[in-house]
């Protein structure tokens, strides 16, 4: 395969058409004097070149031989050296067709252009780099019919291609257009030879012409090729003429901002001369140079910043108050610092974003496992940058906007218990994008100035966490991640969460003001994520500028796959030992994951990995085992008496009528809990405990009216509360609750109290009721179907409004689980209580005579 430079090509014009004699088909091309300084020659002359059925194809890269042209070719390709040796020992033709991408070393038939030019071999000069330097002169156009050869070089079957030339006014009238379009170009493009201009001024052939041009010319590989399949000649006449106004009009927006920019230098080259001048006028005076050294390096340093107008403008203001400050002057180090802090940061500087939608779904997916949700919110924010980006670059999208700008960023807001992959999913989003990652943690800052930065009237004065963050990652579009928004504080200092308002406003954040630098900063570039365990200490305003993405815990299989794909892996890793010397059966996982952890994320389930795998490092360090397989057994034994019991617990605290299963969700995720209900001598007396808020205490006195209003239908005496009072507890006692949504649970426990029919073991339940015992729809439905599978619960009574809220469970979930919607209390009742026993002679008598022998006794 051949190559040449466009730029190094020479052009030589036929000054009489060479005959080819072969046996073969002809065609007859027309043609005008075929020197256009030789007025005695004849005009149109008829030129015999005759086309062998069969030539050697030779393809070029990133070039186009034209015929009527001679050009310089170096081969090197061993397959290329082959067939022009073979062309040189015979009648020294060949086809030279252009590849279509160039970049190929050995491009197939596929991938060349079917039309190319036959051409003479003139010249042939061997080099001692082991290439060869080729003359070759174009003769005629032809088109490759069938590739009858491919090794050891491209042989084809070609026929040729007549040139049609049109003699008419048109043709005459584009071949002056075009040579005075060419003139223009070599007044701009002062390489282009004089003698190649007044050629192409005094040349008769058209075709010549179109074909002596675009050999000199910079043109695209395809705009070359186009020239060469044209047929008619006044069709090539008018594409070159399209080719060459636009070349021109290149080169003239290139000419002006080359003036432009002369005399922007030549603005520079006196100021620099006035100031060396001032130089020498201070030494001359004995002042000290430290200083003004200063001063230089920060005026270069201001220059290499590319601020923004507003920014330009201040820091040069400052660096002129200090060149006149005294060094030993207090504002001298307060300017010093300040115009540090201004040519540190990155105005210009940002990283280009990768945005290769595969390529960022293969890095997600290799880091995390699950959140489709997350995934394909970032995937989408990648796509939607690559098409604008694309077709803004083709004029195919308008960016015209009076009322909202275009956004650059995005603020999410990542929801969810610990442990489920928030904040390390804000690093993996920074590789899939290729841009930086810095993490800022908002837990406990309670001052405003912590964002904004403090004035420069404060001593010791500096800016806030944002801008020193851009400052530290050096790049203004970094994925910033800030940790534990929820965790916000304010107190007489301001509040953080108010300043961070403008931070994380798309709409304001693309001239943020810090208050240490009082100048506009463009933050609409950074992608910021926050993180959050729960929505409610957010406030509204700042909560309705984020976009939230509610991370749900991890089902007991997701569980399995992270940790045989990630936390095992990681924790042989981290604590030195080969992936061969530590294994964990499934069942070993799952034990790990049941009876040692009970969470939404995977947090302490990696720590009790880790203390297994800790116990088999120090075993293979003593040299009692080489490698070790962790079972069941071997957990049991490392890690001591399991913790929790998987449906154990349900079944022991609700075997007693008083007891019902309820779910909760809390800042870790969703949980189980009991609501226990207890009966004791008295009147009408109703007690609560258990750390309850104020709607969960509404929850119990509405539970117990409805009771109360429903004894007849309970089967239960209607004068019981007047010998009897209730206790209504929700153990853990330590832990606050509060919330609507154990209302059907403590129904549940009542009437389980009163009827004698114990609440079945393996069933939770959910749901806020009415006075009228309507069951309202509660929030949290994930989260807390999440955590009653985890303790071992099949069925599950649910809001019947509750039902849409199923679609986003794992599939394996709902197979696993039962769902009753229910409507009103008493559907609760009939799919919660166990049927109530036969009374027999021995069974525990009804509460009723059992309280009145208490009080009696």
């Not at 061993?78 to 067709?97: H, M, N, P």
Request: net charge neutral; with cysteine.
């Amino acid at each position: 395969m051949s190559s040449s430079k466009r730029q190094k090509r020479s052009v030589f014009s036929l000054a009489q058409p060479v005959a080819v004699e072969s046996d073969a088909q002809s065609v007859r091309l027309s043609a005008d004097e075929a020197h256009s300084g030789d007025e005695s020659s004849q005009a149109n002359a008829e030129n015999i070149i005759r086309v062998p059925p069969e030539l050697p194809i030779l393809p070029l890269r990133g070039l186009v031989v034209y015929p009527q042209t001679a050009m310089p070719l170096t081969i090197g390709q061993r397959r290329s050296i082959r067939l022009v040796d073979e062309v040189a020992s015979g009648d020294r033709l060949v086809g030279l067709v252009a590849s279509r991408r160039p970049e190929l070393e050995v491009p197939e038939p596929k991938d060349i252009y079917t039309v190319g030019t036959m051409a003479a071999v003139l010249r042939l000069f061997r080099t001692p780099d082991d290439t060869i330097r080729l003359l070759v002169q174009g003769l005629a156009r032809i088109r490759v019919e069938e590739y009858t050869q491919q090794e050891p070089f491209l042989r084809a079957r070609v026929t040729p291609i007549p040139e049609i030339v049109e003699d008419t006014s048109e043709v005459e009238a584009l071949k002056r257009t075009v040579v005075d379009q060419f003139s223009k170009l070599a007044e701009l493009v002062p390489s282009i030879p004089t003698d190649l201009v007044n050629s192409a001024v005094n040349t008769r052939d058209p075709l010549q012409l179109v074909y002596a041009i675009a050999t000199y010319i910079r043109l695209e590989l395809e705009s070359y090729q186009s020239i060469l399949e044209l047929n008619k000649v006044s069709e090539k006449l008018r594409l070159l003429l399209q080719l060459l106004n636009k070349e021109i009009e290149i080169l003239e927006i290139s000419r002006r901002i080359r003036t432009e920019a002369q005399g922007a230098i030549e603005r520079m080259q006196r100021e620099y001369f006035l100031r060396e001048q001032l130089k020498a006028i201070r030494r001359e005076l004995g002042e000290e140079d430290e200083q003004l050294a200063e001063v230089e390096q920060f005026r270069k340093r201001i220059a290499e910043a590319q601020m923004p107008e507003e920014a330009l403008r201040e820091a040069q203001r400052e660096l002129e108050r200090m060149a006149r400050l005294p060094t030993a002057s207090a504002e001298y180090g307060v300017i010093r610092t300040y115009l540090d802090w201004m040519t540190s940061l990155p105005w210009a500087k940002r990283t280009e974003d990768n945005l290769d939608i595969r390529h960022a779904r293969e890095v997600l997916e290799a880091d995390h496992y699950g959140l489709k949700d997350v995934k394909e919110r970032i995937l989408e924010f990648l796509a939607v940058r690559r098409l604008r980006a694309e077709r803004k670059s083709d004029g195919t999208l308008s960016s015209s906007d009076s009322v909202r700008r275009d956004r650059q960023g995005a603020i999410l807001c990542f929801v969810g218990p610990p442990g489920v992959g928030k904040t390390s999913l804000g690093a993996s989003i920074a590789r899939a994008m290729g841009r930086k990652f810095t993490r800022m943690s908002l837990g406990g800052v309670r001052d405003e100035a912590e964002i904004r930065g403090f004035r420069r009237t404060y001593i010791g004065a500096m800016p806030g966490r944002i801008i020193q963050t851009l400052r530290r990652v050096e790049t203004r579009n970094p994925v910033i991640m800030l940790d534990e928004i929820d965790k916000l504080g304010r107190d007489f200092r301001g509040d953080p969460a108010a300043a961070l308002l403008e931070v994380l406003d798309p709409e304001q954040n693309y001239e943020f003001r810090d208050h240490y630098l009082d100048v506009p900063f463009d933050l609409s570039e950074v992608l910021f994520i926050t993180t959050a365990n729960e929505l409610d200490p957010i406030p509204m305003p700042l909560r309705d500028r984020m976009e939230i993405i509610v991370i749900s815990g991890y089902t007991e299989q997701e569980k399995l796959q992270i940790a045989s794909r990630y936390l095992v892996p990681r924790q042989i890793r981290e604590n030195g030992l080969r992936p061969k010397e530590v294994q964990f059966t499934k069942d070993a996982l799952q034990m790990l994951i049941r009876d040692y952890t009970r969470e939404a994320g995977v947090r302490n389930l990696e720590r009790a990995i880790g203390g297994v795998v800790r116990k088999v490092a120090t075993r293979i360090a003593e040299g009692d085992v080489k490698r070790a397989r962790v079972t069941v057994d071997l957990v049991r034994k490392t890690l001591g008496k399991p913790r929790f019991g998987y449906g154990e617990e349900l079944a022991s605290r609700t075997d007693l009528p008083g007891v019902a299963t309820g779910l909760s969700v809390t800042p870790f995720g969703g949980d189980v809990l009991f609501v226990e209900a207890t009966q004791m001598p008295g009147k009408s007396g109703f007690q609560y405990t258990g750390q309850l808020g104020e709607v969960m205490q509404e929850s119990a006195r509405a539970a117990f009216s409805y009771v109360r209003a429903h004894l007849s239908e309970l089967g239960v005496s209607p004068d019981y509360f007047e010998s009897h009072d209730i206790h209504l507890h929700v153990p853990a006692g330590a832990v606050p609750k509060d919330g609507p949504s154990a209302g059907v649970t403590m129904v549940t426990a009542l009437v389980s109290l009163l009827t004698g029919r114990a609440v079945r073991h393996n069933v939770a339940m959910t749901g806020e009721i009415t006075l009228r015992g309507k069951v309202l729809p509660v929030g949290g439905v994930k989260d807390k179907v999440l955590a009653a599978h985890r303790f071992g619960v099949d069925t599950i009574i649910l809001p019947k409004r509750n039902q849409p809220d199923l679609d986003e469970l794992p599939e394996d979930v709902r197979k696993a689980l039962t769902f009753v919607l229910v409507d009103d209390v008493q559907e609760v009742l009939q799919a919660a209580l166990s049927p109530k026993p036969e009374p027999t002679r021995d069974s525990q008598r009804a509460p009723e005579i059992e309280m009145k022998e208490q009080k009696r006794a």
